[in-house]
């Protein structure tokens, strides 16, 4: 009965741990897109991303504007940070698949953006493979009931 619950705890123990790290793991690289974007660190920025990723939004004309991946870190200036913060609001994953909602704001400006990223588990690093865009209109959050 003891080594039961000894192969019962490493097992629970091990699951456990194991979340923890990739939460850690995806964690870090949200950090290194928040980080690296705000903070003038294109290189960073770039570890973040998977080199096919492509960002969505919603123009003005309510069409859809796709900005590449490589033309966003081109646009990162080295050493020269925006001033905005960012913040992580949530992350839901599942074995190697992952989602994220970042919340990106300038304190100067009321204009708070909402980022949407899907991340995958590619050879043991969590890369953003997707991202889109916002402008936050409200705080309601929509649950199912």
Do not use: C
Request: hydrophobic share 35%; proline share 2%; glycine share 6%.
């Amino acid at each position: 009965m003891r080594n039961l619950i000894i192969i019962l705890f490493l097992i629970f123990g091990t699951a456990s741990s194991n979340a923890q790290s990739d939460i850690q793991l995806i964690t870090n690289t949200l950090m290194d897109y928040i980080e690296g974007s705000t903070g003038g660190q294109p290189e960073r920025l770039k570890t973040a991303f998977h080199s096919d990723l492509n960002l969505y939004s919603i123009k003005k004309d309510s069409t859809l504007s796709i900005w590449s991946g490589e033309a966003y870190i081109a646009d990162t200036k080295e050493g020269q940070p925006t001033g905005e913060g960012g913040k992580i609001i949530s992350i839901d994953f599942e074995n190697n698949i992952a989602v994220a909602k970042v919340e990106i704001s300038h304190p100067k400006s009321r204009a708070t953006y909402i980022d949407y990223f899907m991340l995958l588990k590619i050879v043991d690093k969590w890369t953003i493979v997707h991202k889109m865009y916002t402008r936050r209109t409200s705080n309601k959050i929509y649950t199912k009931e």
